[in-house]
């Protein structure tokens, strides 16, 4: 796994960008469309991150597992203080049981072949980021998004190509490498070949890219979470292989 931040700041991140999420939604209709969501609504933008909050804060609490357990459906309130204080106490679920779990206890993820680790560390980071676009997405829909702290997005860019990017399947076309280049100093390398996908720092040595982007860490972000598109980045290489990339549904 790449460098990320403290196991602290992650939880402390959770509780800042999730407040920042219920400010968000509290402002427009929780029938307002979500631009970045298409079908969505605000309401199934709280359900979807709060179901999620509650799952995963279940999955810690299991520790080590050959399966999740099954996720709550039970019915979610729709009225907008009602629909608030139940995401605030999923949200709690979720942070309890990573303070109980601490860093390194082992749990189920679905990106256990990866370079992510399994445990609650490696949960607490997704769900940072998980929460920071969400965030972004119900901004959008209320017609007021705010910059990201460029800390956090830079370390989103890394924790996507360690979980979403990372896999032993084997990448199914002629091997290529993409290099991150994010405007605040930041780089990334993604090797595809036959050994799968892989995440690596991007050293000075490193032989020419197969595709390159370059952007904000925030627009890197944005991109590889599917909110953004090769147009809103400076593109070099052939984009083919980030079409690929976007494509590409490994099975391991």
Avoid at 10 to 37: G, T
Avoid at 227 to 235: A, M, P, Q, S
Wanted: glycine content about 6%; some cysteine.
């Amino acid at each position: 796994m790449t460098e990320s931040l403290a196991y602290s700041a992650l939880l402390q991140l959770i509780d800042e960008r999730s407040a920042a999420f219920r400010s968000a939604v509290a402002a427009p209709s929780l029938d307002a469309p979500v631009p970045s969501c298409p079908g969505w609504t605000l309401f199934d933008l709280v359900q979807h991150l709060g179901r999620g909050q509650r799952w995963w804060a279940a999955i810690v609490a299991a520790g080590p597992a050959e399966a999740p357990p099954a996720k709550d459906a039970a019915e979610v309130p729709r009225e907008l203080e009602a629909l608030l204080a139940w995401y605030a106490e999923s949200n709690e679920l979720l942070l309890s049981a990573l303070r109980e779990a601490g860093p390194e206890r082992e749990c189920w993820a679905w990106w256990g072949a990866g370079v992510s680790p399994a445990n609650a560390r490696g949960v607490a980071r997704r769900r940072v980021h998980e929460v920071l676009v969400h965030t972004y997405d119900a901004q959008l829909a209320a017609g007021a998004v705010q910059p990201m702290p460029a800390d956090v997005a830079i370390d989103g860019v890394a924790e996507f190509l360690d979980t979403c990017n990372s896999t032993p399947a084997a990448w199914p076309h002629e091997a290529a490498t993409i290099h991150y280049h994010a405007t605040e100093g930041r780089s990334w390398l993604l090797t595809l070949d036959g050994t799968g996908a892989w995440p690596a720092p991007l050293t000075d040595d490193a032989a020419p890219a197969s595709a390159s982007a370059t952007g904000t860490a925030e627009q890197l972000l944005l991109f590889v979470w599917g909110r953004l598109t090769l147009n809103d980045l400076k593109i070099g290489g052939d984009p083919r292989v980030f079409e690929q990339l976007i494509a590409w549904e490994p099975e391991e």
